[in-house]
């Protein structure tokens, strides 16, 4: 009922609200995690680290039996250990995470969602250190006649919306008419019926998908020299620190190349920045 209230109040002061709130939050265990290292970490949603991501991007967040599984996933749960609290973990659309919007509107705490590090994003919110490297790549049907972006004059390229395959298919895929998907599931779908003649995203998720769809490949690769960072809302230091120095110790004590294991089924690179 008291919550209520200040809701009422929030939208019509919001600044006196704001210092509401955040006295609220000092007075009691409302919004912030558990003990240990996150004390004055806050959280969107009280006793919880909710996470922002777009699914499907298997291996990294895809949902199998009803839960959301993934390297990401359990790399975020390593942080979410050290505040004392579960990951809950919302889907959303990936454009509305890299802009920053989902962050700021305090939909979660952290977005992680295989999402490459850009100078754009920095301007609208905070990466931790990169956790993985990637670049992007091209997936055909096996004997299309398919090997790079060249082949693809007047023919149907699948993107997904907001990513950097979507910015690189823009620049690159001269010629090419550009279909635009909200999600890889979407994209890959339309990979696999012929909607489209090809499919730009990262090689992880592209390499993942073959190894099931053996009538498809990965053609070629980009050196787009792409890092992974977790994102936070800008100024969010309390959370990025947390999550940066959580990285840091699953790198050192070969937790990280367990979780890269699991998930890619053989040890990172020696020397990428997979590895520690
Ligand atoms: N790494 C690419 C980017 O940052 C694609 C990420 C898409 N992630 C997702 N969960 N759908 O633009």
């Not at 003990?35 to 970490?41: E, R, V």
């Not at 006793?47 to 291996?59: M, N, R």
């Not at 802009?99 to 969602?113: E, H, I, P, Q, R």
Request: aromatic share 8%.
């Amino acid at each position: 009922m008291a919550r209520r209230t200040k809701l009422t109040w929030l939208a019509v002061v919001p600044a006196l609200a704001l210092v509401a709130a955040m006295s609220a939050c000092g007075s009691d265990e409302a919004g912030s995690g558990g003990n240990g290292d996150g004390q004055n970490i806050e959280l969107v949603h009280e006793g919880q680290l909710t996470t922002c991501t777009g699914l499907p991007y298997k291996p990294f967040q895809y949902e199998e039996n009803g839960k959301v599984v993934g390297f990401d996933v359990d790399l975020v749960d390593l942080v979410a250990e050290k505040l004392n609290v579960k990951q809950v973990i919302v889907d959303t659309p990936f454009d509305s995470i890299q802009s920053g919007a989902d962050l700021n509107s305090g939909k979660c705490d952290l977005a992680a969602a295989g999402m490459t590090i850009t100078e754009v994003r920095e301007k609208n919110l905070d990466f931790s250190e990169p956790y993985f490297d990637a670049t992007q790549a091209l997936v055909a049907k096996k004997g299309s006649g398919i090997e790079d972006l060249s082949d693809l004059q007047g023919k149907k390229l699948g993107v997904q919306n907001g990513t950097t395959g979507y910015d690189y298919a823009q620049k690159n895929a001269k010629g090419a008419e550009l279909v635009n998907f909200e999600d890889l599931g979407l994209l890959l779908n339309a990979v696999e019926t012929s909607r489209v003649d090809a499919g730009i995203n990262d090689n992880g998720v592209l390499y993942d998908w073959v190894k099931e769809k053996t009538d498809f490949e990965v053609v070629t690769e980009f050196d787009t020299g792409e890092q992974y960072g977790i994102g936070v809302r800008t100024g969010n230091k309390a959370l990025l620190d947390l999550i940066n120095e959580t990285l840091d110790e699953a790198k050192k004590s070969g937790e990280y190349d367990k979780i890269y294991e699991k998930w890619f089924g053989k040890k990172p690179e020696e020397g990428s920045g997979n590895s520690n």
